[in-house]
């Protein structure tokens, strides 16, 4: 018996593959672990044939949204996102007014950084990630807002203590700035531990949808000659982030993993699956 799971964040997409009688089965089932619910934005400075602000929501590591300064629309990106706008259009404007306030924070941010580090002239990336997590088992949340300038952590928000970290000497002048405003600091808290964990429950009931269909994966087998490795190719499948394990006889097997798979396609045998009782059957 061989065990080849595909797995993600959040949940967990098992193929139990079963050999008998030249016939594969496989069976579908999810475990729910963790979400997030990530907010990514983006401002540039003198970056050619990049958008001056950048903006994009992720739902378990999936982007659900997307908006930059060059198109100044916001658009999801999923089926079942805009389902959720459609039901509710309000929700669309709150993203869309963000984004306006975002960008104009983010370019006077950026711009205050290049004149107190005396960077005039040259090509600059502002970026703050921040959102929330949380465990649907132990019901914990874990909230967070953080900087990079140009490629490097700078200034990160300790939501226990209500303070900035500066982690370099360069973003000391910008904590003592920001430390003082503790409406802002408040704000914060609320929004990374209360408001968005409540948003992301909701968008998950939308995403069942998504977890509800699964999209088969197109399994295909490769052994060159009787005494050279076997390869399995697995495409198809959704969701898209996985990991493969093979198992064989109970046990986890080292295996090379490729997102890859550059072989004569002419040689492989495709596995023709087939929903019968509670499992696929492959042959």
Not at 10 to 25: P, Q
Not at 203 to 222: G, I
Not at 226 to 242: D, L
Request: charged share 25%; glycine share 6%; proline share 4%.
């Amino acid at each position: 018996m061989g065990d080849h799971r595909v797995s993600r964040r959040g949940y967990m997409l098992s193929f139990i593959i079963i050999t008998l009688n030249e016939h594969i089965s496989v069976v579908n089932t999810w475990t729910i672990v963790k979400h997030s619910l990530k907010f990514f934005v983006t401002a540039t400075s003198g970056v050619q044939d990049i958008p001056e602000f950048i903006g994009s929501v992720l739902v378990d590591e999936v982007q659900v949204g997307y908006y930059d300064s060059n198109t100044k629309t916001a658009e999801p990106k999923v089926d079942w996102a805009r389902k959720f706008l459609k039901d509710d259009p309000k929700h669309l404007e709150f993203y869309v007014n963000q984004c306006y306030r975002d960008r104009d924070f983010l370019k006077a941010t950026i711009g205050s950084l290049m004149k107190r580090l005396n960077q005039t002239g040259s090509a600059h990336i502002l970026q703050r990630m921040s959102g929330c997590e949380w465990d649907d088992e132990t019901g914990e949340i874990r909230g967070f807002n953080q900087y990079g300038y140009d490629g490097e952590d700078f200034i990160v928000l300790d939501l226990q203590t209500l303070t900035w970290i500066a982690p370099k000497p360069q973003a000391f002048i910008t904590k003592q700035r920001w430390d003082p405003d503790k409406a802002r600091l408040d704000a914060n808290k609320y929004y990374y531990t209360v408001f968005f964990p409540g948003w992301l429950k909701k968008y998950l009931h939308y995403f069942r949808s998504s977890w509800q269909r699964t999209d088969l994966p197109s399994v295909s087998l490769l052994q060159k000659t009787p005494s050279s490795p076997v390869t399995c190719h697995a495409t198809g499948f959704y969701p898209k982030i996985a990991d493969m394990f093979w198992r064989k006889d109970g046990e986890d097997e080292v295996v090379i993993l490729s997102k890859s798979f550059r072989v004569c396609f002419a040689n492989m045998k495709p596995l023709q699956l087939t929903w019968v009782g509670n499992s696929y059957l492959a042959s």
